[in-house]
């Protein structure tokens, strides 16, 4: 298990190349060691093939997500598990786009990803999986996780913290013992609160557990622009331009539903 | 002959059938045939709940869940959710025709003074006033519109949930039906959740029972992902005990003890309604909850 001291952790990046430059400038300036990403490289945003690079480039540690192991294996779609017809019409635009624009190569290396990894941090057995420790496409959101679940979780998986992504909202909740859960939240897409910046956490635990939700502002108009050339659904460019979730509704918890727009 | 046995993977969630076999209507498509006389299951007194809800802190449940009968009948229901989200999130499977504005007010406090979701689901069956009247009973449509607007200026976000009885209506038109209807009432930003018929209960005679070969054999569970049904992650508490789904209360061999541990034991998928959990999967599930293998 490899020891790490300051670490940056995102996922969800959506194709979104431009905030992931910027996050991983922004750690690296902030003095992370490592770089981890929690799967979910496509959907959503342009030009796939720029984002895998640049994990590759910068040997970021990246596990799979749900999207990965579709694109990677190249199944039918993409399982968010969507039955809302609206929210299916636009997963799968987004799917056949990112299958369609992800090199043999690329699908090869999502295909052999991990679906966890472990690390440790100071004292801490740091967990890290996609949705959860028992299923890649399992929600945790904030408002529908009891406490005493993710106490479980660390329990059956001999963890003092989780780490996880999936939902596309950070979160994070002390649990007993000292042990921890962060949703490390997405670089993606922002994250249904009206601004355009989007997430990472920077963790470190020199004594006590420490996670610092860091936004990062990147040149979204640029990436905007980019997905209107790629004739992606206007309705994902009104969310990288706006800060408000356009798609992808169904899943929201009412709590959470409730703090955005549409 | 070899069942096809289900095990518990995990306590998820939790549901209580809060009122027992009680409602206010006597819907022709119910599954355990709820009326204003069935009284054949009893309220769930908070004291019961309380219990129930400290023994599954250390199980780790994620969710609880509380239908009935209708649950508003209860005289404590809003003491009952005000504690339950002090453990989790909670969600109530409601006909939306018995709210005043007390239990209103007091549900939306309890949710704002709670990290959870307070998700409420009401029932209605046809986005025309004949199609659902003659599901849920004469008038029944205007009463459930002006439960759902009575939420929304409360700034619910109810999740309405429709049963799909009549098998010739697409779910696109189904959907967008209800869409449209929901605007109408003020509910801009309206959650539609169709679920299937259970052909069992008040529905096997409108209709009809299941057919001789839709049941689940053991060759069908093989690389089936058992985490679409319910029986794999809840169970359910009721006055009798605790029983495997709140789909099966009524048959004798649901109930499978009288605490939640008791209840961890395997379940053989004996019954016909569990052809329909099979075929849709976790249909009692709220979306944001629903996940699948890998």
Same mark, same amino acid.
């Given at each position: 298990?490899?020891?790490?001291?300051?670490?940056?952790?995102?996922?969800?990046?959506?194709?979104?190349?431009?905030?992931?430059?910027?996050? =991983?400038?922004?750690?690296?300036?902030?003095?992370?060691?490592?770089?981890?990403?929690?799967?979910?490289?496509?959907?959503?945003?342009?030009?796939?093939?720029?984002?895998?690079?640049? =994990?590759?480039?910068?040997?970021?540690?990246?596990?799979?997500?749900?999207?990965?192991?579709?694109?990677?294996?190249? =199944?039918?779609?993409?399982?968010?598990?969507?039955?809302?017809?609206?929210?299916?019409?636009?997963?799968?635009?987004?799917?056949?786009?990112?299958?369609?624009?992800?090199?043999?190569?690329?699908?090869?290396?999502?295909?052999?990803?991990?679906?966890?990894?472990?690390?440790?941090?100071?004292?801490?057995?740091?967990?890290?999986?996609?949705?959860?420790?028992?299923?890649?496409?399992?929600?945790?959101?904030?408002?529908?996780?009891?406490?005493?679940?993710?106490?479980?979780?660390?329990?059956?998986?001999?963890?003092?913290?989780?780490?996880?992504?999936?939902?596309?909202?950070?979160?994070?909740?002390?649990?007993?013992?000292?042990?921890?859960?962060?949703?490390?939240?997405?670089?993606?897409?922002?994250?249904?609160?009206?601004?355009?910046?989007?997430?990472?956490?920077?963790?470190?635990?020199?004594?006590?557990?420490?996670?610092?939700?860091?936004?990062?502002?990147?040149?979204?108009?640029?990436?905007?622009?980019?997905?209107?050339?790629?004739?992606?659904?206007?309705?994902?460019?009104?969310?990288? =331009?706006?800060?408000?979730?356009?798609?992808?509704?169904?899943?929201?918890?009412?709590?959470?539903?409730?703090?955005?727009?549409? | 002959?070899?069942?096809?046995?289900?095990?518990?993977?995990?306590?998820?969630?939790?549901?209580?059938?809060?009122?027992?076999?009680?409602?206010?209507?006597?819907?022709?498509?119910?599954?355990?045939?709820?009326?204003?006389?069935?009284?054949?299951?009893?309220?769930?007194?908070?004291?019961? $709940?309380?219990?129930?809800? +400290?023994?599954?802190?250390?199980?780790?449940?994620?969710?609880?869940?509380?239908?009935?009968?209708?649950?508003?009948?209860?005289?404590?229901?809003?003491?009952?959710?005000?504690?339950?989200?002090? %453990?989790?999130?909670?969600?109530?499977?409601?006909?939306?025709?018995?709210?005043?504005?007390?239990?209103?007010?007091?549900?939306?406090?309890?949710?704002?003074?709670?990290?959870?979701?307070?998700?409420?689901?009401?029932?209605?069956?046809?986005?025309?006033?004949?199609?659902?009247?003659?599901?849920?009973?004469?008038?029944?449509?205007?009463?459930?519109? @002006?439960?759902?607007?009575?939420?929304?200026?409360?700034?619910?976000?109810?999740?309405?949930?429709?049963?799909?009885? +009549?098998?010739?209506?697409?779910?696109?038109?189904?959907?967008?039906?209800?869409?449209?209807?929901?605007?109408?009432?003020?509910?801009?930003?309206?959650?539609?959740? $169709?679920?299937?018929?259970?052909?069992?209960?008040?529905?096997?005679?409108?209709?009809?029972?299941?057919?001789?070969?839709?049941?689940?054999?053991?060759?069908?569970?093989?690389?089936?992902?058992?985490?679409?049904?319910? @029986?794999?992650?809840?169970?359910?508490?009721?006055?009798?005990?605790?029983?495997?789904?709140?789909?099966?209360?009524?048959?004798?061999?649901?109930?499978?003890?009288?605490?939640?541990?008791?209840?961890?034991?395997?379940?053989?998928?004996?019954?016909?309604? @569990?052809?329909?959990?099979?075929? %849709?999967?976790?249909? @009692?599930?709220?979306?944001?909850?629903?996940?699948?293998?890998?």
């Amino acid at each position: 298990m490899s020891e790490c001291r300051k670490i940056a952790v995102f996922g969800g990046v959506y194709n979104n190349h431009l905030a992931l430059t910027a996050a =991983l400038e922004d750690a690296r300036r902030r003095g992370a060691d490592t770089a981890f990403c929690l799967g979910d490289m496509g959907a959503f945003g342009p030009h796939p093939d720029r984002t895998i690079s640049i =994990l590759r480039e910068h040997d970021v540690q990246c596990i799979q997500g749900n999207y990965d192991n579709s694109i990677g294996n190249e =199944l039918p779609d993409c399982q968010c598990g969507y039955t809302d017809p609206r929210d299916n019409h636009f997963a799968r635009i987004s799917y056949a786009y990112t299958l369609a624009n992800t090199s043999l190569t690329n699908r090869e290396w999502l295909r052999q990803l991990p679906a966890q990894r472990r690390v440790r941090l100071g004292k801490y057995r740091v967990f890290m999986c996609h949705g959860s420790p028992r299923r890649t496409n399992e929600f945790l959101w904030e408002s529908t996780t009891s406490t005493h679940f993710l106490e479980h979780l660390c329990r059956n998986y001999d963890a003092d913290v989780i780490l996880a992504t999936h939902t596309g909202i950070k979160w994070h909740r002390p649990l007993a013992d000292g042990r921890q859960f962060v949703n490390v939240g997405v670089l993606g897409r922002p994250e249904n609160d009206g601004r355009t910046n989007v997430w990472y956490a920077l963790l470190s635990a020199e004594s006590d557990f420490q996670v610092e939700f860091v936004p990062v502002a990147y040149d979204h108009e640029r990436l905007a622009a980019q997905m209107r050339s790629e004739n992606l659904p206007g309705e994902f460019v009104a969310t990288i =331009l706006s800060g408000w979730w356009t798609t992808c509704l169904e899943v929201l918890p009412a709590k959470e539903r409730r703090r955005g727009r549409y | 002959m070899r069942l096809p046995i289900v095990p518990l993977a995990h306590l998820d969630d939790l549901w209580f059938q809060v009122t027992g076999t009680l409602c206010n209507l006597a819907c022709t498509h119910c599954f355990i045939r709820c009326t204003p006389h069935n009284r054949s299951f009893g309220f769930l007194d908070l004291g019961t $709940i309380r219990r129930s809800l +400290d023994e599954s802190v250390p199980l780790g449940v994620k969710e609880y869940y509380f239908t009935g009968g209708e649950p508003f009948l209860h005289p404590d229901m809003p003491a009952i959710l005000e504690l339950t989200l002090r %453990y989790g999130p909670a969600t109530v499977l409601t006909n939306g025709t018995l709210f005043n504005d007390e239990i209103l007010r007091r549900l939306r406090a309890a949710e704002d003074a709670s990290p959870y979701s307070l998700e409420i689901r009401v029932s209605i069956d046809g986005y025309r006033r004949t199609e659902n009247d003659a599901v849920r009973g004469h008038g029944t449509f205007d009463r459930i519109l @002006c439960g759902i607007r009575q939420l929304v200026e409360r700034e619910f976000m109810p999740i309405i949930t429709v049963t799909k009885t +009549d098998d010739n209506q697409g779910d696109a038109d189904l959907f967008d039906g209800f869409v449209r209807l929901m605007r109408e009432n003020g509910y801009t930003r309206p959650r539609v959740k $169709i679920l299937p018929t259970l052909r069992i209960g008040a529905e096997a005679e409108r209709r009809r029972g299941y057919g001789t070969e839709e049941r689940v054999s053991m060759e069908m569970l093989e690389g089936f992902d058992q985490g679409t049904l319910l @029986c794999n992650h809840a169970r359910i508490v009721s006055d009798r005990g605790v029983h495997v789904c709140p789909i099966l209360i009524e048959a004798s061999d649901s109930r499978l003890g009288a605490t939640l541990a008791e209840a961890e034991q395997p379940f053989a998928l004996t019954h016909q309604a @569990c052809f329909t959990c099979y075929q %849709y999967g976790t249909i @009692c599930s709220n979306p944001t909850s629903q996940s699948h293998d890998v």
